[in-house]
């Protein structure tokens, strides 16, 4: 990649590429593992709740899911036995949550596309601009632009007009308020609306558009378990741009990175990891 190529990120990229730069790189040039039971019930889960939202029954929803169930998958029947049970109760979890939501919280939109290019920085020229070298004798290096973009499970209304991130989640581990609290992908969400994202998918005033935070919703257990994180400042603003810019660099740089962290054991490219016993022969 030339040294000013346009980077784009998704937010669930910039949370990969702050963990370990290595293992973002390497799965996004296809280093993933084959399909699994977790990726099944992501998928149909986010179906499932993306139904809900648009008024689909229960009872048409529970068809749908078997369908796709039906389909050659790879796992073994009792997996796919497992993988049902755990959908039916994702799928109570998600109406639970639906129907406690207050009455004056709507949707606005579910999978909802947002993107946005990251501002340039105060000061810098735009490359080829008539003052672009007038105060130096050096060469304008202009900062790599960046976008984000990414798919928002579910943007709701809040009664203030802001927007709130909603994202599903099918794992059976919960973080801590205060990890969800600094969690990248829902600020990186949040920076998307912050910079304007917001006025694709709504139609009332644009200054409406603003983020008002952002929730994950756990729901394997059968009941949703809610962590939320504020709504993003300017302050907050300012720092996940500087984090979006050094994790654009590190995905378009020559080398990548191994950052030893506690997802090593669950991590699909190990094997090519010079960290990892497994792939210390990648350096040999």
Not at 1 to 9: E, I, S, Y
Not at 173 to 178: E, F, G, Q, W
Not at 228 to 247: E, G, I, K, M, S
């Amino acid at each position: 990649m030339a040294a000013r190529d346009p980077v784009t990120l998704s937010p669930s990229a910039v949370e990969s590429v702050l963990r370990c730069p290595l293992r973002a790189v390497l799965e996004r040039r296809g280093g993933r593992s084959t399909t699994s039971q977790q990726q099944i019930e992501g998928v149909v889960m986010h179906a499932l709740v993306d139904g809900l939202a648009r008024g689909v029954g229960r009872a048409d929803l529970e068809a749908e899911m078997e369908r796709f169930l039906a389909q050659p998958t790879g796992l073994p029947p009792w997996l796919i036995a497992r993988t049902r049970r755990a959908l039916h109760a994702m799928l109570a979890a998600a109406q639970a949550w639906i129907a406690d939501l207050p009455a004056d919280r709507r949707p606005v939109a579910t999978e909802a596309s947002l993107s946005a290019w990251l501002p340039r920085p105060a000061g810098e020229p735009a490359p080829g601009s008539a003052g672009a070298a007038a105060d130096s004798v050096l060469p304008v290096v202009p900062i790599r632009p960046v976008r984000v973009r990414g798919r928002a499970d579910r943007i709701d209304r809040a009664p203030d007009g802001s927007l709130i991130i909603v994202d599903f989640k099918t794992g059976a581990t919960v973080p801590s308020r205060a990890a969800v609290e600094q969690n990248a992908q829902l600020a990186v969400y949040q920076l998307a609306l912050y910079l304007g994202a917001g006025r694709t998918v709504s139609d009332d005033d644009p200054a409406e558009g603003r983020p008002g935070g952002a929730e994950m919703v756990y729901l394997r257990s059968g009941t949703p378990t809610v962590r939320q994180q504020p709504a993003l400042d300017d302050d907050a603003a300012q720092f996940w741009t500087q984090q979006l810019r050094h994790a654009a660099e590190f995905l378009a740089a020559a080398s990548s990175v191994a950052v030893e962290n506690r997802s090593c054991e669950r991590c699909p490219v190990r094997g090519s990891c010079p960290v990892q016993p497994s792939g210390r022969q990648v350096t040999r």
